[in-house]
């Protein structure tokens, strides 16, 4: 594929390849739609489903047969997001890009950094709305105006925290300066955008100055307190040792003390989550007129999609005059971008956590701690009758399996994944966790799962006990155990020091 071919794909991506194989099933459908109460009842589903596996029951979908997340449901609701557009924006060209100057060390390419050292030292650009790292609070963000070259590279890097920007914006039009480079996340990025489209009562402000909107890609943003919190108190790591933060892969890495490297699951870090987050929609800064992440991009390169015409000129000079080297965004990159898009989308619908039993200690009269359920976990239902089951269904029930298992929290807690991979709904599933004490059961804790939708995933978090060895996981259903497994701690410890 040449390069004019290349840059056709990455400006005319098919939206046939924005599917997800195996991931498009009723179950997504139920749990994103359904469960949510956002299904119209319009009966789409039903009535294009090519398994006939599907009824309406009252005005709720109801899957009767076996799923085989062909995703033409998923695809074809109303209410789902698909098109390339709803899910990234508009934009008129992507590429890959990193910075042509030795001198920018970027987070990832240094493609902000550089465009914006371009553009002000060009005269196009009187001053740019940055965020630094405090001086006084290693890793708080500040932000800050900046109006020379050497200070935008003191700006380098990013901060999983959220920063004032906005605030910065308004002093610099206060103080005469008529063309702004402003760098944010989505939601920054969207207050200006929203200033700009309906300026009630701002019309002193944005009719004397022209602002140039670069955004940045964000999955999630974290509070500062929680971030020392995390890193100082449970890991030991002081936060002015650290020189990088950055996700990738659902993981949060960091680099410190000059030659260390450390990464945890950005699940880990949930508690200490901006709940602003939770409701986010937008991952690639939709507003702005140029977005800039790491997403779908090689290592040491950036992602960039360029939404304006004024952008795309700025950023094709950039390139011209040796601060950018650029090559078209492939299928694969903007796939990738799409896919983590996607993810963040349908928190509008629903979260995850709805789908998590945890349990907590509390003490009880003899001083004796016992398990209780969060809210959230389904009461224990009584037994139903028993009931015949052919041998088919009885081996479809057996394909459920615990996809993950380890100590989360400080290594206070046991958590356990559960998969449902039979591609039918299991009903009157009951869930019992216990700790093994020379062959004993003690501590254990039991729930009832009404509806187990097929490729559908449930977490439980289980309290451990001190000097513990082992825990039991059971799993049955009417007609008996579907799953029996132990996990042994030295076991799983082990693994994890791997």
């Known amino acids: 594929m040449n390069e004019e071919e290349k840059g056709y794909v990455s400006y005319t991506f098919p939206e046939r390849l924005l599917k997800v194989k195996k991931l498009e099933n009723f179950g997504r459908l139920n749990q994103e739609v359904i469960r949510s109460g956002v299904c119209s009842a319009c009966g789409t589903c039903v009535s294009i489903c090519p398994e006939k596996a599907l009824i309406m029951e009252g005005e709720t979908p109801k899957l009767i047969g076996k799923c085989s997340a062909c995703g033409i449901c998923y695809r074809a609701c109303a209410k789902t997001i698909t098109s390339v557009k709803a899910l ?4 008129v060209a992507a590429f890959v890009g990193k910075s042509a100057l030795d001198k920018v060390n970027g987070q990832d390419g240094g493609v902000v950094t550089s465009l914006l050292m371009y553009a002000m030292d060009n005269g196009l650009i009187d001053a740019a709305i940055v965020t630094m790292k405090s001086e006084e609070d290693p890793w708080k963000p500040v932000a800050r105006i900046v109006t020379s070259s050497e200070e935008l590279l003191k700006s380098s890097g990013s901060v999983y925290s959220h920063s004032q920007t906005v605030e910065a914006l308004v002093e610099a039009i206060d103080k ?123 290592d040491g390169y950036s992602t960039i999609l360029v939404r304006t015409g004024v952008a795309n000129e700025l950023l094709e000079d950039a390139m011209e005059n040796g601060y950018l080297v650029l090559e078209p965004l492939d299928r694969e990159g903007l796939q990738r971008v799409l896919n983590l898009a996607r993810l963040k989308k349908v928190q509008m619908y629903t979260e995850r956590r709805r789908h998590t039993y945890v349990l907590k200690y509390v003490p009880t009269t003899a001083g004796v701690p016992e398990p209780v359920e969060r809210v959230g976990a389904i009461p224990l239902a009584e037994e139903k009758t028993k009931e015949k089951e052919g041998i088919a269904e009885r081996a479809l029930r057996k394909l459920l399996k615990v996809s993950e298992a380890r100590f989360v929290e400080g290594n206070t807690m046991l958590q356990l994944t559960l998969s449902n991979n039979s591609g039918k709904t299991i009903n009157g599933v009951k869930v019992r966790i216990a700790q093994l004490e020379d062959l004993f059961e003690t501590n254990s804790w039991e729930t009832y799962i009404e509806t187990w939708y097929p490729f559908e995933e449930l977490e439980f978090a289980y309290p451990r006990a001190e000097n513990d060895k082992e825990y039991l996981l059971t799993i049955s259903d009417r007609q008996g155990t579907i799953l029996s497994q132990k996990f042994n701690v030295k076991e799983m410890e082990g693994k994890k020091t791997e």
């Open 176 to 298: 005469g300066y008529r063309s702004i480079a402003f760098v944010g996340t989505p939601c920054n990025i969207d207050a200006v955008a929203k200033m700009q489209t309906q300026p009630f009562g701002l019309l002193h402000l944005f009719m004397k100055a022209k602002i140039l909107k670069v955004g940045l890609f964000c999955m999630d943003s974290f509070s500062h307190e929680g971030l020392k919190e995390f890193f100082e108190e449970e890991q030991g790591i002081p936060l002015s040792s650290i020189s990088k933060m950055g996700i990738a892969g659902g993981k949060f890495n960091i680099s410190y003390d000059a030659d260390k490297t450390g990464a945890w699951t950005v699940k880990e870090l949930d508690k200490y989550r901006s709940t602003s987050c939770h409701y986010c929609r937008d991952l690639t800064s939709e507003q702005a007129d140029i977005s800039v992440g790491s997403v779908g991009s090689p």
């Open 88 to 91: 990234v924006g508009d934009y």
